[in-house]
């Protein structure tokens, strides 16, 4: 028996559904279509937003291990700038450090310009130190906090700023990191509040670590000075004289290629390579003519005095000045004391320390001697070169005539002058 069409149809799958399944049924309503792009726009922007945080969080990263080897707060400075332009795509950015004691905020690094000091409750900074609130100001020109004589001092337009205080460890706001005019001519959103701040916290701790350890070699550089002028109590000419080789020392140092951190310890530690001089009886250190072999064993003690005041540290710098007290009359040749070390086995920051030293004594009125003119001084220090002198050292050192001799002519105590000059700050 046939079966009946009713029942035929039934089982048929209707013709718009075959035709949806075939691709091929009516256009969907105007409205579906636009809430398709709609979502097809959101997932694009989602894809957009997630990529920028993709490359600000590389960026943050590479910043926290740079941040975490860089110890000089100027340097930090300069580098916490760059990055905040460069996360942000801000145009410029400035980080303010609050000094309490000059009620003042400023800044050695404010990027494109020159340095900066504002008081430290004006401006929108200011309100950011006294809230300890983060500040989005879309248009500057119409909030009554920004002082635009900034800008007409630099000639520069500020848009739009974004600020965010730094906090210590005890909860304290200790700087403003702020930036201006997004590059895309946009104002900065919820978005840049959230990495500002992020950049902030880290920022906060480098800063803090740094200013501390900026305390830290300041304090130490004030013990050398002290230590090292200590032997001024038993040797009149000696202050002067610790000053001037020591500027020696650190051009010399520079001259031949070491870095500004590694020449400025050595302009530090030059100074203590006579410390041992106090363990000096005075009649050996202040006698006018020349010594006894007796008293010339007892003066040759003194850089084993210098190295036994110094020893034992673990500040970088007084390890350098116990090798600069303990090696600084060694010679090239081995013949020098209290080791006889010879060539490369002298550590370098001794070598340099050595040339500045013998300089100054040469061309320095002393109470044993009169000063040497510059021709003489230079004839016996080439004469030497490869027996007292490490020769590339006496290179370094006649390249670098042109900032050593103004100091000699202005410092040096000469023939005939009564008055020793007045240094500059150490």
Not at 160 to 189: E, H, T
Not at 191 to 219: C, F, M, P, W
């Given at each position: 028996?046939k079966?009946?069409?009713?029942?035929?149809?039934?089982?048929?799958?209707?013709?718009?559904?075959?035709?949806?399944?075939?691709?091929?049924?009516?256009?969907?309503?105007?409205?579906?279509?636009k809430?398709?792009?709609?979502?097809?726009?959101?997932?694009?922007?989602?894809?957009?937003?997630?990529?920028?945080?993709?490359?600000r969080?590389?960026?943050?990263?590479?910043f926290?291990?740079?941040?975490?080897?860089?110890?000089?707060?100027?340097?930090?400075?300069?580098?916490?700038?760059?990055?905040?332009?460069?996360?942000?795509?801000?145009?410029?950015?400035t980080?303010?450090?609050?000094?309490?004691?000059?009620?003042?905020?400023?800044?050695?690094?404010?990027?494109?310009?020159?340095?900066?000091?504002?008081?430290?409750?004006?401006?929108?900074?200011?309100?950011?130190?006294?809230?300890?609130?983060?500040?989005?100001?879309?248009?500057?020109?119409?909030?009554?906090?920004?002082?635009?004589?900034i800008?007409?001092?630099?000639?520069?337009?500020?848009?739009?700023?974004?600020?965010?205080?730094?906090?210590?460890?005890?909860?304290q706001?200790?700087?403003?990191?702020?930036?201006?005019?997004?590059?895309?001519?946009?104002?900065?959103?919820?978005?840049?509040?959230?990495?500002?701040?992020?950049?902030?916290?880290?920022?906060?701790?480098?800063?803090?670590?740094?200013?501390?350890?900026?305390?830290?070699?300041?304090?130490?550089?004030?013990?050398?000075?002290?230590?090292?002028?200590?032997?001024?109590?038993?040797?009149?000419?000696?202050?002067?004289?610790?000053?001037?080789?020591?500027?020696?020392?650190?051009?010399?140092?520079?001259?031949?290629?070491?870095?500004?951190?590694?020449?400025?310890?050595?302009?530090?530690?030059?100074?203590?390579?006579?410390?041992?001089?106090i363990?000096?009886?005075?009649?050996?250190?202040?006698?006018?003519?020349?010594?006894?072999?007796?008293?010339?064993?007892?003066?040759?003690?003194?850089?084993?005095?210098?190295?036994?005041?110094?020893?034992?540290?673990?500040?970088?710098?007084?390890?350098?000045?116990?090798?600069?007290?303990?090696?600084?009359?060694?010679?090239?040749?081995?013949?020098?004391?209290?080791?006889?070390?010879?060539g490369?086995?002298?550590?370098?920051?001794?070598?340099?320390?050595?040339?500045?030293?013998?300089?100054?004594?040469?061309?320095?009125?002393?109470?044993?001697?009169?000063?040497?003119?510059?021709?003489?001084?230079?004839?016996?220090?080439?004469?030497?070169?490869?027996?007292h002198?490490?020769?590339?050292v006496v290179?370094?050192?006649?390249?670098?005539?042109?900032?050593?001799?103004?100091?000699?002519?202005?410092?040096?105590?000469?023939?005939?002058?009564?008055?020793?000059?007045?240094?500059?700050?150490?």
């Amino acid at each position: 028996m046939k079966p009946s069409k009713k029942s035929s149809d039934a089982k048929r799958p209707s013709r718009i559904k075959r035709a949806h399944r075939n691709g091929r049924g009516p256009a969907l309503p105007s409205r579906s279509a636009k809430t398709l792009a709609a979502i097809v726009a959101e997932q694009q922007r989602k894809i957009e937003r997630l990529s920028e945080w993709r490359r600000r969080l590389s960026l943050l990263l590479k910043f926290t291990k740079r941040a975490s080897t860089t110890t000089k707060v100027d340097d930090l400075l300069l580098l916490l700038v760059e990055e905040a332009r460069s996360v942000l795509n801000a145009d410029r950015a400035t980080v303010f450090l609050v000094d309490r004691k000059h009620q003042e905020l400023w800044s050695k690094v404010a990027s494109q310009t020159k340095d900066i000091r504002v008081p430290l409750d004006k401006g929108i900074a200011g309100s950011v130190v006294m809230t300890g609130q983060i500040e989005n100001v879309a248009d500057v020109y119409k909030d009554p906090r920004f002082n635009p004589e900034i800008d007409k001092r630099t000639g520069y337009r500020t848009k739009s700023v974004l600020a965010a205080p730094m906090f210590n460890a005890k909860d304290q706001v200790i700087g403003v990191f702020q930036v201006l005019n997004r590059k895309n001519g946009k104002s900065f959103d919820q978005q840049d509040e959230e990495v500002l701040t992020l950049l902030s916290d880290q920022a906060s701790g480098h800063v803090e670590n740094a200013q501390l350890y900026q305390d830290i070699r300041k304090a130490t550089q004030e013990t050398i000075i002290r230590l090292a002028a200590a032997v001024e109590f038993k040797d009149h000419d000696t202050r002067a004289h610790l000053w001037r080789m020591s500027q020696y020392s650190a051009i010399v140092a520079r001259e031949m290629g070491f870095d500004a951190e590694w020449a400025e310890n050595l302009r530090l530690a030059a100074p203590m390579h006579d410390i041992g001089k106090i363990g000096v009886p005075d009649a050996i250190l202040n006698k006018p003519g020349k010594l006894t072999p007796e008293e010339w064993v007892e003066m040759k003690k003194h850089p084993a005095h210098g190295a036994e005041i110094l020893k034992d540290s673990d500040n970088e710098l007084m390890q350098m000045s116990a090798v600069v007290a303990l090696c600084h009359h060694e010679k090239w040749d081995g013949s020098g004391y209290p080791r006889g070390l010879k060539g490369d086995d002298i550590p370098i920051e001794a070598r340099i320390a050595t040339i500045a030293d013998v300089f100054d004594a040469l061309t320095s009125k002393r109470i044993y001697k009169p000063q040497f003119t510059l021709k003489d001084t230079l004839d016996i220090i080439n004469g030497d070169s490869g027996k007292h002198f490490d020769p590339k050292v006496v290179d370094a050192f006649i390249r670098a005539l042109p900032k050593i001799t103004p100091i000699m002519e202005g410092f040096a105590p000469k023939d005939g002058q009564t008055e020793p000059a007045q240094l500059p700050s150490w």
